[in-house]
């Protein structure tokens, strides 16, 4: 509890939003970081974001000893009345900040009709909500990056090269699918479709892991996630992408190859390779056959897989790429 707590603080995100909330009017409430700390601590302990269950770890799931050090209020467990109404001050709490920071808000406890969704999520995708947007993504790779920070300032990086594999993976959503008539609650939400035809409706996460290229460098340091943005599948993949490798290269001058799959091979080079070599990293993709059969010619040299090779180079081993 106390090294979860430590990774919050060293974020920065509880102070930035008690100061958000400082300023507006009526009684402070239940704190916000222990709100945040309650989630983070459900998520390790229980693999839940459930808000009952983060309720439950932070109020009755620790010692009295860390609830007095942390300031956590406390209730008769035995008296239901009292445990409901400290349930209604965390929730209120979390309503608070998810009001706070929701780039398009909107009623979500009921569903909306499916033009009224459509107009959402466009909101939630286009200019009006991109500030709102970014400031969510920031806060996230905040706590995100935070663990990274610390490996790097232990040292515990320093036999990486600066390899990364960059990938998006489902993320379900709880709510039900979209309909004709009605919109899901989650708006926004939208099918992810994996690479075996199979499909899950909810959204989609982007996520930049420390790899290795060298196969003998395995292990020789923690796999962490260096960068991660949740978005509506199917959604500016390029962009995406390109965001949790500018979030890795605040941290770190260290550049290698950036492996991604077919998904991303075939997007436009303005879109994904451009911007990605523009950072440092050498982009590693799976082509397909017909990709690699191309060839062209820049200055005198053979453009071939995304490389120049020299004019001179044999055909058998042009023919390799």
């Known amino acids: 509890m106390r090294k979860l707590h430590l990774v919050l603080r060293r974020s920065g995100i509880v102070e930035e939003l008690e100061e958000r909330f400082a300023a507006l009017p009526g009684p402070r409430g239940y704190p916000v970081g222990l709100v945040l700390l309650g989630l983070v601590c459900a998520c390790y302990e229980k693999a839940s ?51 706070s920071l929701d780039p398009v808000p909107h009623e979500r406890r009921s569903r909306l009709s499916r033009a009224e969704g459509r107009r959402v999520a466009a909101a939630w995708n286009g200019p009006a909500g991109e500030p709102a947007l970014r400031r969510l993504e920031e806060l996230a790779n905040r706590l995100v990056t935070t663990p990274v920070r610390i490996a790097f300032a232990k040292g515990l990086m320093r036999h990486w090269h600066g390899d990364i594999a960059i990938d998006t993976t489902a993320v379900p959503s709880w709510a039900r699918p979209h309909t004709r008539r009605r919109s899901s609650l989650e708006a926004s939400a939208n099918w992810h479709y994996k690479g075996g035809g199979d499909k899950e409706f909810g959204y989609s996460a982007t996520l930049a892991i420390a790899a290795h290229a060298d ?107």
């Not at 983060?54 to 008769?76: K, Q």
């Not at 390779?273 to 523009?278: C, G, M, V």
Request: proline letters at 6%; one cysteine or more.
């Open 215 to 321: 196969p003998a460098r395995a292990g020789r340091y923690p796999q962490l996630t260096l960068g991660m943005v949740l978005h509506t599948p199917q959604k500016d993949m390029g962009r995406h992408a390109h965001y949790v490798s500018m979030i890795l290269s605040r941290l770190t001058r260290v550049r290698g190859f950036a492996a991604a799959d077919r998904a991303y091979t075939k997007l436009h080079p303005q879109d994904f390779h451009q911007p990605l070599r523009a950072l440092g990293f050498m982009p590693l993709l799976d082509l397909t056959k017909d990709q690699v059969g191309f060839e062209g010619h820049h200055q005198g040299a053979i453009a071939k897989a995304g490389r120049f090779l020299c004019p001179r180079t044999p055909r058998p081993l042009l023919d390799l790429y």
């Open 49 to 99: 974001t459930n808000l009952d269950d983060a309720f439950e770890t932070i109020t009755f799931g620790i010692s009295d000893r860390l609830r007095t050090e942390l300031g956590v209020p406390t209730c008769d467990i035995e008296d239901q009345d009292a445990v409901n109404a400290l349930y209604n001050r965390f929730h209120r709490a979390w309503s608070r900040l998810v009001r």
